[in-house]
């Protein structure tokens, strides 16, 4: 363990749904992880489809993501639990969650992840579309925020409406306060409508917060499919190297400590 330094929290959240959030969750997370860094996802959607992406759920009675939000200084240490993937954990969702947030502290999630931190170098979050309250939990936890986005014109209006949502919580609770990315996903300029939309991220937002793509590749969703990264269920496929550009961008603009050792090097998981 590289001292007591705290892991870095980004959520990736969007209010609509289809976006790729899980997508990117995955992806991302094993990108870090061959770079050495250790990392945590933690699933809040209860679809619970990072874990789907991975292969790994919660069982009956254990503790998951949620239960941040049902009691108050729960031990999710105790429900973290290893992938495949060297140095890539996960703390399930509870697939029986009702969005009903009990805890009246909006950072309920950052005071039980808190303890956690220390055990590794950066923490994701997957976020549900459709909770306010659990997303704002999330947004309150994390210290940036990366927002996947379909390049179509009902995404670029949802993406308008989270960043005005995002604005409002940043400036009223200090919520991720490194700011936001935005992340194109399936990206085909070949259409004209998604060379309008990314022309009109790009005015609304400035170039700066708009991240390099992830290309359409239909690889990536039979990656998921077979509960793997696509780094690792096909090495060569184009949006491996898309996925690689992002985590290095993202590394950069929220500024995750440099390890001083080399993408692979072996060691056990941090869970």
């Not at 959030?21 to 860094?37: C, D, H, I, P, Q």
């Not at 793509?213 to 696509?230: K, N």
């Amino acid at each position: 363990m590289q001292g007591f330094a705290k892991a870095r929290v980004l959520a990736i959240a969007n209010r609509k749904g289809g976006t790729g959030k899980s997508t990117a969750v995955v992806n991302l997370g094993a990108e870090f992880a061959a770079r050495g860094y250790r990392v945590l996802i933690v699933d809040l959607d209860p679809q619970g489809h990072a874990g789907f992406g991975l292969g790994i759920w919660s069982g009956p009675g254990a503790v998951t993501s949620h239960s941040a939000l049902r009691e108050r200084q729960p031990i999710l240490g105790r429900g973290v639990k290893p992938s495949p993937e060297p140095r890539l954990d996960i703390l399930p969702a509870d697939r029986d969650f009702d969005g009903t947030v009990r805890v009246q502290d909006p950072r309920c999630l950052a005071k039980a992840l808190d303890p956690l931190r220390v055990a590794y170098d950066i923490v994701l979050i997957d976020t549900p579309p459709a909770s306010a309250n659990v997303l704002t939990c999330a947004l309150m936890a994390a210290e940036g925020v990366v927002v996947p986005t379909a390049l179509e014109h009902l995404s670029l209006d949802g993406v308008r409406q989270f960043a005005r949502s995002y604005d409002d919580l940043m400036l009223s609770l200090n919520a991720a306060l490194l700011g936001l990315v935005i992340l194109p996903m399936r990206v085909d300029l070949r259409s004209k409508v998604q060379k309008h939309v990314l022309d009109d991220l790009t005015r609304t937002f400035g170039l700066a917060q708009v991240a390099g793509g992830v290309r359409s590749d239909m690889a990536v969703s039979e990656a998921f499919g077979r509960h793997q990264p696509l780094r690792r269920y096909k090495r060569r496929a184009r949006a491996v190297a898309d996925f690689a550009h992002v985590a290095d961008d993202v590394i950069r603009r929220f500024a995750c400590r440099e390890l001083d050792f080399g993408t692979d090097r072996a060691f056990g998981s941090a869970g």
